[in-house]
């Protein structure tokens, strides 16, 4: 519980900080070059993606998601696509 604590403060006082920057290059005749590294600093963080994770366990929890589903291939096997109904056909039984 602490260390979520500690994290959210973490970051909550590093988004302070950027949108500090952010604001004085903005608003600010006299802003530097500080301002101008820890704004372009941030914004390049935000382009990491955080979303990946290594193949091994992506492709692991992906095939235990697979399992979980029913399809014995697990994930990235072909997919089923329903067969294309005729025009005027109506609906089936």
Do not use: D, F, Q, Y
Request: proline content about 6%; glycine content about 22%.
């Amino acid at each position: 519980m602490v260390v979520r604590i500690v994290r959210w403060g973490v970051l909550l006082g590093l988004g302070a900080v950027w949108w500090w920057a952010v604001l004085r290059l903005a608003l600010a005749p006299g802003a530097g070059v500080l301002e101008g590294a820890v704004a372009a600093g941030g914004w390049g963080l935000s382009l990491l993606p955080v979303h990946c994770v290594p193949k091994a366990r992506a492709l692991r929890v992906a095939g235990a998601a697979g399992a979980v589903r029913g399809r014995a291939g697990g994930a990235g096997g072909p997919t089923r696509a329903w067969p294309r109904r005729r025009s005027g056909g109506g609906s089936g039984p």
